[in-house]
């Protein structure tokens, strides 16, 4: 039997909500045969693939296991679970190792940031913090207490800042509240606006932002990649490919002159591309940010009419997706 090609997804949440909703709008809407609770799920229209439901962490564990193919989980949580020591590579584009990011999806966006009390007045930068570190040890004769969920994380930059005596609490609850409890003097937390940091008489340090977060598609380059299961991810990432370049873009029809010579002007233009051209009409795609632009241009230089309208997908011989994926994983 063809091994299938597995794809994580979050079990729960908004995170759920707009993961599923992204593949949805990307044509590949995910099927729970016995309904809301069921762990396991299909892609409607495409065979070959298993839907598996887990907790966000979870998944980061999974993908560094190879036990999934692709997943949908946080870029903070992938270097939590996989980074290495090196503090340089919090701010990677790419994730550690075996990891692969896709795509980024634009949602679940939120930073990585270490926190401290408000009434910390002499305490603005990483450096300041390395100092207090120092002074705290002698004066109180214990270490400086940092709550956080992300051990790994925390560890790797303290120390990157030069920051040696501290020591870390794990905090399974609400880690915003640990310095007012009285179980931690400072935090590192993740937050997506900062007021309820604010609202616990919590401040961010200058340069403590550890971390800039969201979901991304990412791929384990640590799983079995047969030819079937790479054959089923091209199809996915084709599909993917295709929403994302038709979100970015807009379809400009216009009516010209047949004497115009606007259609050589615009061949010239890479960020154009145009779909059809007959002699007194012109198709083309352009960039969404500049559609209104192109459409005044045209009519500028002899268009009589110019519409402008949202594509639904836009499929392409070359899928970038998929060719970066499939250069990480070789032969």
């Not at 065979?47 to 193919?69: C, D, L, M, T, W």
């Not at 503090?87 to 939120?110: C, K, N, Q, S, W």
């Not at 270490?114 to 040890?137: E, G, H, K, N």
């Not at 370049?245 to 960020?271: G, K």
């Amino acid at each position: 039997m063809t091994e299938p090609l597995i794809v994580a997804v979050p079990s729960k949440g908004r995170l759920q909500e707009q993961t599923l909703a992204f593949f949805e709008r990307a044509g590949l809407p995910i099927r729970q045969a016995r309904g809301a609770r069921d762990y396991f799920g299909t892609v409607d229209g495409l065979k070959g693939v298993e839907v598996q439901f887990r907790s966000a962490s979870e998944i980061a564990r999974e993908i560094g296991a190879g036990n999934v193919h692709l997943a949908v989980t946080g870029i903070d949580l992938l270097h939590e679970t996989l980074g290495g020591d090196d503090g340089d590579r919090l701010d990677a584009e790419e994730a550690p190792p075996p990891a692969h990011i896709v795509t980024r999806l634009g949602f679940g966006r939120a930073d990585v940031v270490v926190a401290v009390p408000q009434a910390w007045l002499d305490v603005q930068t990483m450096a300041d913090l390395a100092d207090v570190a120092a002074r705290f040890r002698l004066k109180h004769y214990r270490p400086m207490r940092v709550a956080t969920k992300y051990v790994a994380l925390t560890r790797r930059f303290l120390n990157a800042h030069g920051v040696h005596d501290y020591l870390i609490v794990e905090s399974p609850g609400a880690t915003e509240g640990a310095p007012a409890a009285g179980t931690a003097e400072l935090i590192v937390d993740i937050t997506s606006t900062g007021q309820t940091l604010v609202e616990n008489g919590l401040k961010i340090v200058d340069d403590g932002v550890i971390m800039r977060s969201e979901a991304a598609l990412t791929a384990s380059l640590a799983a079995r990649w047969t030819e079937a299961t790479r054959d089923a991810c091209r199809s996915m990432l084709t599909r993917i490919a295709a929403d994302d370049r038709a979100r970015s873009v807009r379809r400009i029809d216009a009516v010209i002159r047949p004497s115009s010579m606007l259609p050589d002007e615009l061949r010239s233009r890479p960020e154009l591309t145009i779909m059809s051209l007959h002699d007194e009409s012109l198709s083309l795609l352009v960039p969404r940010a500049g559609a209104q632009a192109e459409a005044e241009a045209l009519i500028g230089r002899g268009a009589t009419t110019v519409t402008i309208s949202s594509v639904e997908y836009v499929f392409e011989a070359e899928n970038a997706l998929y060719e970066k994926l499939e250069a990480r994983l070789g032969q």
